[in-house]
């Protein structure tokens, strides 16, 4: 698929040429920029992220996990009388609980976060623009079939200041 | 949610930045060459640290004979400066948790380099338990894993084992809530890097982050659920902390208001340590237009509420010693105040509550020098309170006839020395070799307290509208 490809240098104009395109009709691609620009998903449209329930999954499971093998470590497995306390002390055991839901959420969504965005150490890195991490913000949509007019886009991009454009051929993301 | 250019509010980062001059400025002293001072302070540092290490290696061999306790002091120094690193910490976890939460945008310029000292401070606070065991090289006894000893299972009643959990899974988190911050900054030298040798590094160390807004997206969900947990992983880390002592049925130790009292304290010295490590830095490392005064007016002012906090429960504890009635609680705050150690007390009286009070002066909190003096006079204060609360509470037990007096031994202190090298050689390190402010992060906020440029202010009202979300 080919990309057209347009350079900002300012979060504000991106914000409203990504509307303004969106408004016309054209999808995104995809878009770069140095720092989480606020307001972005939503000009994009992106739906919430479905992480926090993952991440709270993988919670879950660490509070069941401890609940579970405190219970067992400490009324069957090997029972031991401390001052006539019940075995299954459970009180007791909520701190340790405690921990490991924040262990198994925070170490659970850290990795289906990687996982779902495909980072890995050593990958390399696609770059549109080597500046993208550094002071450009790089808008890119899709060139779907022939209802893509370039005039309108580069109108719209050269109304919100565009730096440069460019079509990048063949799927090079 | 928030407004990008309103105009009640001041700009976060001083002078006309542009984005690319905060890349060029934060990562100017990772593409010099250090400077002689780094070199001094880091072998000093270095030779602080190997001081230490001989000192600790020396009581691994010979036992823990050689420090100053007796039958009747079982905990003191080690555990003192174990409480007092753990502390430390938490002011970074605060910035980059709980202030991130209360939407807290001045955090971006000191998030960075206070979860890093939290990081290096909990590994200092870790080997004080780890020697304290006698017998390090069976740490691996307090993990609970099916063994040839039975299996025999640690106690799970023993708030020193919820230590465990809590102080590991702190590390584990911090540790991770640190590098998922760096990730986007590593891409960012990534792309700047001219040597292949650091071309690849920081290519390794950037997961193949190419700034992508779905992957942002996704991001700052992560960075999110990050800052909810460890929001409440915080304050449960030194409530943990402080029920190793109030579990126990010492006077001075078996208190309630022991998690909230030792928490608050915490994050008091915590920040005191933030503020003196970032004054040092923002001069050194030339940051002044990004932790400016107002970052350190505004470090000041938790310190103050913090410190409060430290005071008023102290207030409570000498009540409540006074006036509930506990003849033992009220000869242990008599003796605290008057007796042999008095002199750790009203240090850590004078330290913590009667020298922070000058906060309250606005002269005084922007004033760098003073608030520097400061700093490291409640850091000093807040070690002696964890001296005094351990130490005052066991010299003088139930039974006249075991008195005794604790005095720490050239190891004990040479073991203290050597954790404060090890802190200083990691965060020499750290500042040399890693984005010392999250670069990403600062942008995030350069236009924040800034008017719309060409626009009157009628219309940059209405612009405000736009970028609202």
């Keep these: 698929m080919d990309l057209f490809s347009a350079v900002f240098k300012d979060e504000d104009d991106l914000l409203k040429v990504t509307r303004q395109v969106r408004d016309s009709g054209y999808s995104i691609y995809d878009i770069y920029t140095p720092y989480a620009v606020h307001g972005l998903d939503d000009a994009m449209g992106l739906k919430p992220s479905k992480l926090s329930y993952l991440c709270f999954g993988f919670a879950f499971l660490g509070l069941i996990v401890a609940i579970l093998s405190q219970y067992w470590i400490g009324s069957i497995d090997w029972p031991i009388n401390v001052g006539g306390k019940p075995f ?65 886009v580069l109108g719209l991009c050269r109304q919100n200041n565009a730096v440069e454009t460019k079509i990048i051929l063949g799927n090079a993301l | 949610m928030s407004i990008y250019y309103s105009i009640l509010r001041k700009p976060i980062i001083a002078g006309d930045k542009k984005l690319k001059d905060i890349t060029d400025d934060v990562i100017r002293p990772l593409e010099q060459k250090p400077t002689l001072l780094w070199w001094v302070a880091f072998l000093v540092s270095l030779t602080v640290l190997l001081i230490g290490v001989i000192a600790v290696t020396y009581q691994i061999k010979v036992g823990i004979g050689t420090w100053g306790l007796n039958k009747t002091i079982g905990w003191a120094f080690d555990i003192t400066n174990f409480v007092f690193w753990i502390g430390i910490g938490h002011a970074g976890t605060l910035i980059s948790a709980i202030l991130f939460l209360f939407r807290q945008r001045w955090r971006t310029s000191i998030n960075r380099s206070a979860e890093a000292m939290t990081i290096i401070a909990v590994m200092c606070a870790g080997i004080f338990p780890l ?99 460890a929001t409440p992983l915080v304050l449960s880390v030194h409530s943990i902390v402080s029920m190793d002592f109030a579990t126990a049925v010492i006077p001075g130790w078996h208190s309630t208001i022991f998690p909230p009292y030792f928490v608050a304290g915490a994050i008091f010295s915590g920040f005191s340590m933030v503020l003196t490590l970032m004054i040092i830095a923002r001069k050194v490392l030339h940051y002044e237009e990004y932790i400016t005064i107002d970052h350190i007016e505004k470090m000041c002012k938790i310190v103050l509420v913090t410190g409060g906090i430290v005071a008023l429960s102290y207030g409570i504890e000498i009540f409540m010693a006074i006036f509930f009635g506990n003849q033992y609680e009220r000869f242990m705050f008599i003796n605290r105040a008057l007796g042999p150690y008095a002199w750790a007390f009203w240090i850590m009286i004078s330290c913590n509550v009667i020298f922070p009070q000058l906060l309250w002066i606005k002269k005084i909190r922007r004033n760098v020098a003073l608030v520097f003096i400061l700093s490291i006079v409640v850091n000093i204060g807040m070690w002696f309170e964890r001296f005094v609360i351990i130490v005052t509470s066991l010299h003088r037990d139930f039974l006249p006839s075991s008195w005794a007096m604790y005095k720490p031994t050239i190891i004990e202190i040479a073991t203290l020395a050597g954790s404060f090298g090890l802190f200083f050689t990691f965060f020499l390190l750290f500042a040399r070799f890693v984005p010392f402010i999250a670069i990403g992060e600062v942008k995030g906020v350069l236009k924040y307290g800034k008017l719309k440029k060409n626009l009157t202010s009628e219309s940059s009202l209405k612009a405000n509208a736009d970028v609202t979300v």
């Design chain 1, 88 to 152: 299954n002390s459970l009180p007791a055991y909520l701190p340790v609980t405690f921990e490991l839901t924040v262990l198994f959420g925070g170490v659970g969504i850290f990795f289906a976060f990687l996982f779902k965005a495909r980072l890995r150490p050593g990958k390399t890195a696609k770059l549109v623009n080597p500046h993208s991490t550094d002071y450009y913000f790089i808008l890119t949509i899709e060139i779907k079939d022939s209802s893509f007019d370039s005039e309108t």
């Design chain 2, 131 to 229: 020697i304290h065991m006698g017998r390090p090289w069976l740490f691996f006894w307090v993990i609970p894993y099916p063994n040839l000893r039975g299996s025999l299972w640690v106690n799970f009643r023993s708030p020193l084992l919820w230590d465990f959990f809590a102080i590991s899974t702190y590390f584990t988190i911090s540790l991770i809530f640190w590098y998922l911050g760096l990730i986007p900054d590593m891409a960012t030298l990534r792309d700047r890097a001219k040597s292949k040798i650091k071309k690849f590094v920081y290519g390794l160390m950037s997961f193949g982050w190419n700034g992508s807004a779905r992957i942002w997206h996704h991001y700052e969900t992560t960075y999110l659920m990050l800052a909810a947990l």
